[in-house]
Each structure stands twice: as C-alpha cells, then as structure tokens.
C-alpha cells in the first residue's frame, strides 16, 4: 500500500498549510452585496509606514470584510519577527436600498402614483 | 439631492466568480448604478440608454458584452476572459404596478405584481415581500444570493413541487440589445403592461411567445435583460422536517410521482389534516455506504400567523474554513481510501435531523457562507426515470469514484423557456455536489456518459458544471434549441451584433 505514506505527508502538509491559515468574515447583519469579493493589499512593515487604501465602492458603503492570512504570510511574519506582515484583504461592496418602492402607472387604487418624470 | 444613474468603470480589470472556480482578465469592467432616488420611468430610461450606448460601444471595438448578476454560477457562463463585464448588482430598483399601468387584457391581480431590475438580489425580493407587502415569491434556488435575473437566466430551480424553476414567476421582461433595441416582451396569452406604460419607459411592446421564452433563460446571449415583471404570491410559512429514511420501494415511487404520501413520516413531523401534499421534497442519497439511509426534506405549507417575527439576520459563528472545500477536495484526490470516511462525516454534519422549523420562505432559503472550491453539477431527468437515473449515478460513482460527492435530488414542474433545463413533465433534478476535486469532475462524467449509454433523456443546469457536447446539447434540447436560435438570429441580425453577445464556453457547442 504505497498510498499510506503519500497519505501521511499530505495530511502533514495539509496540518501544516490549514493550522496556519486563518480567515475572518466581517460581515453586516442582512448584507445587500455588490459584486464579487475585490482585493486590497495590506501589507505593514512594523507600523513604521501606513498606508490609507480607498476601497472603490461606488456606493460608499461595505457590506463584508475577509481577512486571510495564510502558512506563508505567517512565515514571512515569524522570519522578520514580526517587521513585515502580510495579509490578503477581501472586501465586498454594498449596494444601497431603495429609498421608496414606488407604485407605477397611475393611482387607480388610491395610492401615490409616481410615474411622473 | 437625487442623482442620476451612471455607469461606473473599475480600476481594475480582474474578475473572479463567487465561489473562486474560475478568474479572467476582462477587457473592462463596469458598474451600473441605478442612482439615488426611488425609480422613475425618467431613471429607466436613463438607465436603459447607458446601457444601450456600452452596447454599441462594445460592438464598435469588436468586444464581447457580458451582463453578470450574483457571479455564483460555477460553470464559466457570467464572466469571460477579454470581455466587457457589466456587473448589475447595484442596479437594485423596484416598483409595484397599479392598476392603471395595465394592459385592458390583464387578468391577474396588479397588486401581487413586483417590477424588479436586473441587480435586485433575491434576498432583496424575499425581504421587501414578506416584510413589506405581506407577499412572498412562489419559489426559487436554495439560497439568496442571486439576483433574480442571473438565477432566471440559467433556469435556477428549488424543490416547490408543484411549481416550475424560477423563471416562472416572470410575466415580463424588458431586453436590451444590438442596435439601440429596448424590447418589453410578454407572453400574447397573457398581457401585462399597457402599450402607454410601455412607452413610458422608453420601451417598445413586444408580445411574441418565442421571444419570451428565449428571453427568460438566455445566459445574456441575447442581450441585457434590464428588468422583470414578476407574479408574487401571499405570504405564507413553511415548517420544514429532514429525517432518516430507507432507500426502498416507498421512497422510490415517491421520487418518481412527486408525492411521497406513501413513505415513512415519523410522527414528530406535523402534516398539516387538510393538505397533506408537501409544498417541498428533497431526497439526499450518500453514495459511499449503500446502507446509511437517506436524507429526506419535506416542507408543509401553513397560513402566515400574524405573531411571527421574520428575522433573517445572520449570527457570529465558527465554520469550516473559506479554503477548506477546495484543500479538503485536493487531499482526497491524493488519499482516495479516505474519502468515504470525510464524506459521509460531511453528510451528517451537513444534513442534520430536525422536525417542524418554521420560517417565511426567505428564512428558510437564506444567506449562504460562501466557500471558495466547492463543485456542483445538476441533471434533470424526467422524474419517471428518476430512479433508473439515480441507479446509474450510485453505480458510476461506485465503479470509479470515490469522490467526495453525495446525490441530492429535487423535483420540479416542467419550466418555461426554450433553455430551461428543467424541461420535463414533471422533472427530478439530480445534483452532484461535492468538493472541488479531479474525482469529483470524473464521476460527474461518468454519470452523464452512463445516462447516454441508457438513453434517458436529460438536460444540464447552465450555472453548474457541465460539459455540453453538440451532441448533448441538441439531444438535450432538440426543437427548442433551433427556436432560440431563430429568436437569436433575428434579434441579432449581423454577425457583429451576435459576436457582441456571444458565449466562448457556448460558442462551439450551441453554434450560436
Ligand atoms: C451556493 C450556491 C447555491 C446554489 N443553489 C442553487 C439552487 O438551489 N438551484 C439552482 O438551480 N441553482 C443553484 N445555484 C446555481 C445558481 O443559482 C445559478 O448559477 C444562477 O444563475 C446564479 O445567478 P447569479 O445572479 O449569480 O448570476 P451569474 O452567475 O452572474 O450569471 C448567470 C447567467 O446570467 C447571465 N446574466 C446575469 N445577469 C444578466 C442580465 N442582467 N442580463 C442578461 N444576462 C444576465 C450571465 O451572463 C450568466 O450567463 C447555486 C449556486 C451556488 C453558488
């Protein structure tokens, strides 16, 4: 059975590879998202630099945040004990809600109609 | 100040799916915002003119315009590499239609009519309906994430047994195509919108059966559609129970009838004594040990109690990781002997056993966490050959698996739409979902290739993977596959106007 020792050192990697990779989701309660998951770089070097990043939503508004930090983001960090680390940032824009649902066409019902221009 | 709507370029020009199985570099990439303000027929045909003018502009530079909505298909139909990428999730408008913006031939209620435009997410139908309208949709997949538009496009269904995918519920549809075309289409049978309501929108009226049902699954290969017309129905709760049951004779007659009166319900499940017939079956089937039994999902309607508080928000909690799908899927291709032990694992934690949790159809169907390298692929057959289908599929796995991959299936009235998947009298659709792994993309091939040997008929959900051949494309579709290319061809008359919505992945196999 020469798969028990190709099994072995996958699960070890896999150990290794999964222990040291986190993820975290902030996520607002009922998000309305927009679009797929973009990417911001945010990579420190010991607080001595910061960088302000602008997220490019339209809409002003965030609805998630995933912060991942995988095996080697963690690597660099440990080797230069802690003066460069590296993140992988995901965010994911809101779309903003309807001011109103209007009703369209008339008021033959009694309601408001809004279908003026 | 209200603004009006724009379109938006991004900076960067790379995309990725939801679930991460597929990335390109688009040619650009742009937003549609519907600008602030509830939607006026001004704004519409703001919004429409924006659009049509990318269109033309797109076409001018000889480049390919995808319209993408909640990007969770998994197969490449939304994104494309070199291609326009129009994202419309921002364009989330709505609005209810009176009684005066009907056509004199209308005969349903105005009241239960939504106008929803491309980018209004499911979740934002079911949230606005049941909160605000005391509404609910009829049906719709087993998640929010969608908009209404992507999930119609690819004939996105649930398991509401008596009811079609979720194209269905649509009654119009307002296309934007080549050649400044702004189309309303509804069915002649069935007449919505008067000619005047129409206009207002800057739309011309078109009632053409043909050109409906070629719009309301058209994976954007006719254009942008920019809004629908959809039929709600009153609110109502579900109270669903999952349990254990065998895969024996009973079961297997209820998959095939759509009526499972004949299995074993335990008795803590309540069935409603005036109308036992579920409103939802489901039937999950754990390939790896032909003895574990299965899992079977029933949903009973009730009325909505006026004490019930809808609450969809979403809880803090641990879960497996974002990559654990897709690390776990490449572990099990290299350790296989494995793979039974995990996956069955996973269909206990995944499939827990609960009685009679009640919720509106939007608690019930809610937020997914999302999970990058997760696979899915879905057949539907029809559901008298559900059985002999199901068979094949435990066999190919058993034969060439084992893949992390258990078979779901879901029943469903045939759907409208030349390209709706779901296209049989009654259909059992048959999901494989697993983990993303080179054994799961075999068995799932496998099993096609054993429903070609047997001859049972089916077809392929658009937005799962899949793997069309001309062959199984025309033998999927026949006649209706020929009308959607009629409508196609002569709504995109030139060859520039079709290149500008065309499909690479789709290209070869559908000869479009
Ligand atoms: C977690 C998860 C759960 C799922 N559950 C189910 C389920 O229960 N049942 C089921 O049947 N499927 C299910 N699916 C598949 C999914 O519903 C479909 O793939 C659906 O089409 C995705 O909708 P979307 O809004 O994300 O559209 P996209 O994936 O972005 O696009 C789908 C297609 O629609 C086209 N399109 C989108 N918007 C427009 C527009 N405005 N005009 C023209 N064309 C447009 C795109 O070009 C593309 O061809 C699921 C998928 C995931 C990831």
Same mark, same amino acid.
Request: hydrophobic share 40%; with cysteine.
């Given at each position: 059975m020469n798969?028990?020792? *190709?099994?072995?050192?996958?699960?070890?990697?896999?150990?290794?590879?999964?222990?040291?990779?986190?993820?975290?989701?902030?996520?607002?309660?009922?998000?309305?998202?927009?679009?797929?998951?973009?990417?911001?770089?945010?990579?420190?070097?010991?607080?001595?630099?910061? *960088?302000?990043?602008?997220?490019?939503?339209?809409?002003?508004?965030?609805?998630?945040?995933?912060? *991942?930090?995988?095996?080697?983001?963690?690597?660099?960090?440990?080797?230069?004990?802690?003066?460069?680390?590296?993140?992988?940032?995901?965010?994911?824009?809101? *779309?903003?809600?309807?001011?109103?649902?209007?009703?369209?066409?008339?008021?033959?019902?009694?309601?408001?109609?809004?279908?003026?221009? | 100040m209200a603004t009006d709507p724009k379109l938006h370029r991004r900076s960067s020009n790379r995309w990725q799916n939801w679930h991460e199985t597929y990335a390109v570099d688009a040619g650009r990439r742009y937003?549609?915002?519907?600008?602030?303000?509830?939607?006026?027929?001004?704004?519409?045909?703001?919004?429409?003119?924006?659009?049509?003018?990318?269109?033309? =502009?797109?076409?001018?530079?000889?480049?390919?315009?995808?319209?993408?909505?909640?990007?969770?298909?998994?197969?490449?139909?939304?994104?494309?590499?070199?291609?326009?990428?129009?994202?419309? !999730?921002?364009?989330?408008?709505?609005?209810?239609?009176?009684?005066?913006?009907?056509?004199?031939?209308?005969?349903?209620?105005?009241?239960? #009519? #939504?106008?929803?435009?491309?980018?209004?997410?499911?979740?934002?139908?079911?949230?606005?309906?049941?909160?605000?309208?005391?509404?609910?949709?009829? !049906?719709?997949?087993?998640?929010?994430?969608?908009?209404?538009?992507?999930?119609?496009?690819?004939? !996105? $269904?649930?398991?509401?047994i008596d009811h079609g995918g979720i194209q269905s519920q649509v009654v119009a549809i307002q296309l934007l195509s080549a050649g400044g075309q702004n189309l309303w289409i509804e069915r002649p049978s069935k007449p919505v919108a008067s000619a005047a309501f129409v206009q207002d929108f800057g739309a011309e009226l078109r009632r053409d059966d043909d050109l409906f049902d070629a719009g309301l699954v058209s994976l954007g290969l006719l254009g942008v559609v $920019?809004?629908?017309?959809?039929?709600?129905?009153?609110?109502?709760?579900?109270?669903?129970?999952?349990? =254990? $049951?065998?895969?024996?004779?009973?079961?297997?007659?209820?998959?095939?009838?759509?009526?499972?009166?004949?299995?074993?319900?335990?008795? =803590?499940?309540?069935?409603?004594?005036?109308?036992?017939?579920?409103?939802?079956?489901?039937?999950?089937?754990?390939? $790896?040990?032909?003895?574990?039994?299965?899992?079977?999902?029933?949903?009973?309607? =009730?009325?909505?109690?006026?004490?019930?508080?809808?609450?969809?928000?979403?809880?803090?909690?641990?879960?497996?990781?974002?990559?654990?799908?897709? #690390?776990?899927?490449?572990?099990?291709?290299?350790?296989?002997p494995l793979t039974p032990l995990l996956t069955s694992k996973l269909f206990d934690m995944q499939l827990k056993l609960f009685a009679n949790e009640k919720g509106t159809w939007g608690e019930t169907f809610d937020f997914t966490t999302p999970r990058s390298q997760t696979a899915g692929a879905s057949l539907a057959v029809p559901a008298d050959r559900c059985i002999e289908a199901l068979d094949l599929a435990i066999e190919a796995h058993k034969q060439f698996g084992p893949a992390p991959i258990v078979f779901a299936c879901r029943f469903v009235q045939k759907s409208?739409?030349?390209?709706?998947?779901t296209r049989f009298e009654p259909s059992c659709v048959i999901d494989m979902d697993g983990l993303n792994s080179m054994n799961t993309h075999l068995v799932i091939e496998r099993v096609r290739s054993a429903l070609d040997a047997a001859g049972i008929e089916y077809a392929q959900h658009w937005g799962k993977f899949h793997d069309l051949t001309g062959g199984r494309l025309a033998a999927s579709y026949g006649s209706d596959l020929d009308r959607f290319r009629a409508v196609r061809s002569a709504l995109l008359s030139t060859p520039a106007d079709r290149q500008t919505f065309s499909l690479a992945a789709q290209e070869t196999v559908i000869g479009l």
């Open positions: 798969s028990l020792p *190709k099994a072995a050192s996958v699960l070890v990697l896999a150990v290794l590879v999964s222990a040291c990779s986190t993820t975290h989701f902030f996520v607002v309660q009922e998000p309305l998202r927009a679009g797929g998951p973009e990417r911001a770089s945010a990579d420190s070097f010991g607080g001595a630099i910061e *960088k302000t990043e602008v997220l490019e939503c339209e809409s002003n508004a965030v609805a998630e945040v995933r912060v *991942k930090r995988d095996f080697f983001n963690s690597l660099i960090g440990a080797i230069t004990l802690g003066a460069y680390q590296s993140t992988s940032i995901e965010y994911v824009c809101s *779309k903003s809600e309807d001011d109103e649902v209007p009703v369209l066409g008339g008021s033959e019902r009694g309601e408001e109609g809004q279908d003026g221009d | 937003e549609l915002h519907p600008g602030s303000g509830g939607l006026s027929p001004a704004k519409f045909r703001k919004s429409a003119e924006l659009v049509l003018d990318l269109i033309e =502009e797109a076409k001018a530079e000889g480049k390919v315009l995808r319209a993408v909505g909640g990007t969770w298909s998994f197969s490449q139909v939304s994104g494309q590499q070199d291609a326009w990428i129009l994202d419309t !999730t921002y364009a989330n408008r709505k609005a209810r239609l009176s009684a005066g913006a009907m056509d004199a031939g209308f005969a349903g209620d105005a009241d239960g #009519l #939504l106008l929803v435009q491309c980018g209004v997410s499911i979740f934002e139908i079911n949230r606005y309906l049941e909160k605000e309208r005391g509404r609910s949709l009829a !049906t719709s997949g087993a998640s929010n994430g969608q908009t209404f538009v992507g999930a119609m496009s690819t004939g !996105t $269904h649930g398991s509401a $920019h809004s629908v017309v959809i039929e709600t129905r009153p609110i109502f709760l579900l109270s669903a129970s999952q349990f =254990e $049951h065998p895969y024996d004779d009973r079961l297997k007659q209820a998959m095939r009838t759509l009526d499972p009166a004949g299995i074993d319900i335990p008795p =803590e499940v309540q069935v409603p004594a005036g109308n036992p017939r579920p409103y939802f079956f489901q039937v999950v089937v754990n390939p $790896h040990k032909q003895d574990t039994p299965t899992r079977v999902k029933l949903m009973y309607e =009730e009325p909505f109690p006026a004490t019930h508080q809808i609450d969809y928000r979403l809880q803090g909690k641990y879960g497996a990781g974002f990559d654990l799908p897709g #690390l776990v899927g490449k572990f099990l291709d290299a350790v296989d409208p739409g030349h390209l709706a998947f």
